[in-house]
């Protein structure tokens, strides 16, 4: 499959040394409105032919997927323009401002006929994955409660800039992961509420949030973000995670440490991520699920699935994103459904 990258930014980096090492993919062209940018990535990656402009790069290239590394704003009319052209797409988190712009996405790739995979891969980490699937396999019976926690004090500011300048931060940037590896553990989500404070003066948006979600097939869940934590060990970039169900308890600890209790026992296990040679501590674990997310891009283009991150998919975890901003600022209940 030959792609090309939209957007050679501070994330991208990663994407581009993930598909390197991904067998069936190339990424033969890059665009980047910003000309030092697309050189520089450029020059990193040996990738000769480059674009300022997507529209020409997708006239001029022959190619079978686009991979969209640009913040929200450009996400429509850059997934709309590779729809047109035919194209598979994967787009990166936050899918769209709005739901109106994600179902017109979701709708132009479907009636092009392709694939559309948003770029949602907390729930792809290994060590989140692993308890993932020791949940789906029944290891602690019905799952009825769980806790899914990233608090943190590091900077994300220095790196992602447009973070701190953005009305709406902690929910849109990251608790949008949080909420959908809340999905992958307990399903569709039938009333959410949300509490949201901003700690941090120098920024513009919310930087904790603290959300309670009923899920439709019976389990309740708190997912609770914080940019504003100061503790020790600082668990950047983290999932924590603690899970009750009918037969036993699981837990993700800080370190990458898996503890399932049951009647028979218990077992811990290190579920540390690898470090790939490309990648650095502490972003090793994102890292890492970055090259899993898109070589399951690949390997359902081949089976002809859907991603289990779909376009499609994600709408509901979009859902929950507007759904605690909306009952943060009315201190309703509200449900995704609706919205
Ligand atoms: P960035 O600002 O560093 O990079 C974005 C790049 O896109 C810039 O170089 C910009 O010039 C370029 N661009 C914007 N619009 C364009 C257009 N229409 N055509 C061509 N180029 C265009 O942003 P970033 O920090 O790399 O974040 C990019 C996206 O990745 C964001 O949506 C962010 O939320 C997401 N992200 C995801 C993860 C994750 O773990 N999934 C982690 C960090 C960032
Ligand atoms: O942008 C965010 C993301 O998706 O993962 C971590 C991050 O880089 C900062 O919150």
Redesign the pocket.
């Known amino acids: 499959m030959k792609g090309a990258l ?7 980096q990663n994407q581009l040394h993930a598909w390197s090492g991904i067998e069936g993919a190339d990424i033969v062209a890059l ?4 000309g030092t ?1 697309l050189s520089d990535t450029a020059e990193r990656f040996a990738i000769a032919r480059t674009y ?3 529209a020409a790069m997708l006239e001029a290239e022959q190619l079978d997927f686009v991979d969209i ?6 996400h429509r ?2 997934v709309e323009m590779a729809a047109a052209a035919g194209l598979d797409v994967i787009c ?3 899918f769209a401002a709005t739901m109106a712009d994600a179902r017109a996405m979701v709708e132009a790739v479907e009636s092009a006929g392709r694939v559309l995979m948003v ?4 729930r792809w980490q290994s060590a989140v994955r692993r308890a993932i699937e020791t949940v789906r396999e029944g290891a602690i019976g019905a799952p009825f409660f769980g806790r899914i926690s990233f608090r943190s004090g590091y900077d994300v500011f220095s ?2 800039p ?1 973070l701190a300048e953005g009305e709406r931060f902690i929910i849109e ?1 990251l608790g949008i ?1 949080i909420l959908d590896i809340a999905r992958a553990f307990f399903g569709d989500v039938e009333r959410l509420s949300a509490a949201t404070k901003r700690v941090n003066p120098q920024i513009r948006g919310e930087d904790v949030a603290t959300m309670l979600l009923q899920h439709s097939q019976g389990a309740s869940s708190v997912v609770d973000c914080s940019y504003a934590t100061r503790r020790q060990p600082e668990t950047f970039p983290q999932t924590l995670l603690e899970i009750d169900g009918s037969e036993g308890t699981l837990r993700l600890d800080a370190g990458y440490r898996l503890t399932v209790q049951t009647k028979g026992g218990e077992s811990i296990a290190d579920v540390e991520p690898p470090l790939l040679p490309w990648a650095e501590k502490p972003w090793h674990n ?1 890292q890492e ?2 090259s899993i997310i898109q070589r399951h891009f690949v390997d359902c283009i081949a089976a002809g699935r859907e991603p289990e991150t779909s376009g499609r998919d994600n709408l509901k975890t979009l859902a929950l994103v507007e759904a605690a901003y909306r009952s943060a600022a009315t201190g309703q209940t509200v449900r995704p459904a609706d919205l």
């Open positions: 939209i957007g050679c930014g501070f994330f991208a665009c980047d409105q910003d940018r300022r402009d997507a590394a640009t913040t929200v704003p450009s009319p850059l990166q988190k936050p770029h949602e891969n907390f790196g992602q447009y940037d992961h994102i699920s970055v």
